[in-house]
Each structure stands twice: as structure tokens, then as C-alpha cells.
């Protein structure tokens, strides 16, 4: 989560929503790591999770992830969830809770449905509050700064 | 939907889950076309509807699809559905309803959620038979040549 934090800051630093995310293979080793980039790529898909999943088979030569783990700063959206779903991760470690955004303990709640392919272990709650005062820092200043960020 | 079809049908052919994808303007123009790319990719989130709506934002030089409508044979999934649901699609016009794997009707029911950011209007059931006859014969034919497609 560390490393999910330190990326989270350079996200911030870049004006991104601040979440950084990396893959983590069975024995621990960091296969690839990703931040938001969704202003940099203007793409509003370019979400770290997706970003370092698709890296980390980039990287890996393989289809699926059976046995790695998502660690992340904030809980995924149900795009980022459901993608950890199709890639077969093992278990997803997130920091801090996300009522409005989130899609794994909130909403469409991925996972929680007969219909899901595949339930990895869920780990919320890490380092919550250092990841959520990050994230209300970051629309602090938004709201100060411009309104790039409203829908 | 015909276009959709045909290139369902492609997907076929090249050995994926026959699935297609397009993106329609607001005057009904087809601005991107896609079509299942898992296989050809190695990629688990190479689904036909995520490729369309990222080909449609390059195309056009814009982050969202506000005014654009997704049409694919298929429902699609809740990784699908949910980026649908950050580019902002007005309309997701879909062919066969999918128990299994749909995120939109079934399942996590991706925006039938308060936490749903935007709710596209969904016409599904499009030419629902032809749809789902040619996704019948797809895992017909892979069940008797091979277990490529078994989680």
C-alpha cells in the first residue's frame, strides 16, 4: 500500500484523481504499477487498475493474472472490479472505502452476484485514512482551482 | 444492429466470442466499429464494446460520448457497461440479453444503483434470436474442437 500511496501522490502531483495501483505476483514481487491518467491520455477509462493489469500481462506474456493480487489505494469502480474479474485476480487490496464511486463494497457490488465469473478475496479498508485525505485534498483544490473535474 | 452482426460475425470467424461492437453519432453517423479481440490480443478485457468506445474518443479527438450511442449484439458486461457509463454514452441499444454475464440487466445491473454517475437510456432485445443463435453455435463449435474458452 506504500507503493499505492507513492504512486497516488505522483497522480496528484500530475493533476490526476489520485489512485495508484500495482500487481502483485504470488511471491510478492511488484510486476507492474500505474496511475490514473485519465487527463494525461484524455480517456476516462485510463484508470490505474486497468492500467497496471493490462501491463502486468503486457509484461507477464500471459492472458490471465490466476494468483497475482491488485493492490490499490481506493476501491476499485465496477469497470476496474469487474476487469480484476475477467483477469482472474486472486485478491484485491484497497485503501480507503468509495461510497459514490466505489464497485466492490458499494453499488453494482461486482462480486456479490451469483452471475460473477470469478470472486477474488476482498481486502478493504488499508491505510483508509491516509488515502482518503489524500483524495480530499485533491477535490479540495479542484474545487479552488478550476471545474475541469465536474461531470 | 446489422453492422453489429457482421461484425459479430468476423469475431467469429477469427475464433472469438462472436461479439461487435459500433459507436453512432448523434445524427447516426458510425463513427468506430469493433469486435471481440481476446484471443488475437491475449487480452481478457479485449471486448468489443470497451475497444469501440476507446476507438470512438481517439477518433473524434474528444474524452466523452455524450450524444453517442453503443449498439452490440450482446449485453454487455458490467466492465463494459460501467466504462459506457464514464464516456458518458446517451444510449446502449444491445441484441441478446445475457443471464450469465450481463452487467445491465443482470447481475451487478451496473446503473441500477443510486451510486450510478450517469444512467444511459438501454433498449435491449434487438434482434435477439439472430444474436443469440450465432453465440449458441460459437460455444457449440468450441466444445466439440476445443477447451481454449474453459476458465
Given at each position: ?10 497522480a496528484?502531483?500530475?493533476g490526476e484523481v489520485?489512485v ?14 500505474a496511475f490514473n491518467q485519465m487527463e494525461q491520455l484524455q480517456n476516462p477509462t485510463a484508470h490505474a487498475e486497468l492500467l497496471?493489469?493490462a ?19 481506493l476501491?476499485p469502480c465496477p469497470m476496474c472490479?469487474a476487469a ?16 459514490k464511486g466505489?464497485g ?38 479542484v ?5 475541469q473535474f465536474l461531470p
Amino acid at each position: 500500500m506504500d507503493v499505492a500511496l507513492h504512486l497516488a501522490k505522483r497522480a496528484f502531483d500530475a493533476g490526476e484523481v489520485p489512485v495508484g495501483a500495482l500487481i502483485l505476483s504470488p511471491e510478492r514481487y511488484i510486476v507492474a504499477q500505474a496511475f490514473n491518467q485519465m487527463e494525461q491520455l484524455q480517456n476516462p477509462t485510463a484508470h490505474a487498475e486497468l492500467l497496471a493489469l493490462a501491463q502486468a500481462c503486457k509484461k507477464l506474456n500471459q492472458k490471465r493474472l490466476v494468483g497475482y493480487t491488485l493492490v490499490v489505494n481506493l476501491e476499485p469502480c465496477p469497470m476496474c472490479a469487474a476487469a480484476a474479474m475477467h483477469y482472474r485476480v486472486d485478491r484485491i487490496v484497497f485503501g480507503a472505502y468509495d461510497s459514490k464511486g466505489g464497485g466492490t463494497e458499494h453499488g453494482a457490488c461486482v462480486f456479490s452476484h451469483r452471475q460473477s465469473l470469478h470472486r477474488p478475496e476482498i481486502i478493504g479498508g488499508v491505510r483508509e485514512q491516509e488515502s482518503q485525505n489524500l483524495i480530499k485534498k485533491f477535490f479540495q483544490k479542484v474545487r479552488t482551482t478550476s471545474c475541469q473535474f465536474l461531470p
